[in-house]
């Protein structure tokens, strides 16, 4: 008994040091329990903010593939517009050069029958000298 007295003095303090780091172990771990639970609830709040990133993000890409179709045919209208910009110009060109033909045509007309009444006494061989001087 006495072996065993002296070596309950010994090992006493070292149960009872067991059982405050048990204590305390389990203290730790109901800790880290807890702070895993707010882990988990963190990262499926995470993972749902990341599928609405995934969806915004597709719808993104989509409405960027739309826009960059209307600024292709945005281009091509702008083309097209310029063209026709262009043909405008010449066909208010080709106005003016038809009313200036219109003008002298009333002139051109005039010299014509004039040139006929001039030569029509003379014989065919002599009017086309003169058509050719």
């Given at each position: 008994m ?5 070596a ?9 040091k ?10 730790e771990l109901?800790k880290?329990k807890?702070?895993?639970?707010e ?7 995470v ?9 915004i993000?597709k719808?993104a890409?989509?409405?960027k593939?739309?826009l960059?179709?209307f600024e292709?045919k ?5 083309n097209?517009i ?6 405008k110009?010449r066909w208010e ?12 045509l ?5 010299i014509a029958?004039a040139?006929?009444a001039?030569s029509?006494?003379?014989n065919s061989?002599?009017r ?6």
């Amino acid at each position: 008994m006495k072996n065993f007295r002296g070596a309950y003095k010994i090992i006493a303090p070292m149960i009872q040091k067991v059982n405050e780091m048990t204590d305390l172990l389990n203290k730790e771990l109901a800790k880290l329990k807890k702070k895993q639970e707010e882990l988990a609830e963190v990262q499926s709040i995470v993972a749902a903010k990341q599928a609405d990133l995934n969806k915004i993000q597709k719808e993104a890409d989509a409405k960027k593939e739309t826009l960059d179709e209307f600024e292709t045919k945005l281009k091509a209208a702008q083309n097209l517009i310029g063209s026709l910009d262009d043909n405008k110009r010449r066909w208010e060109n080709d106005r003016s050069m038809y009313n200036k033909t219109k003008i002298r045509l009333i002139g051109d007309v005039g010299i014509a029958c004039a040139f006929v009444a001039y030569s029509g006494p003379f014989n065919s061989q002599f009017r086309s000298k003169l058509v050719e001087s």
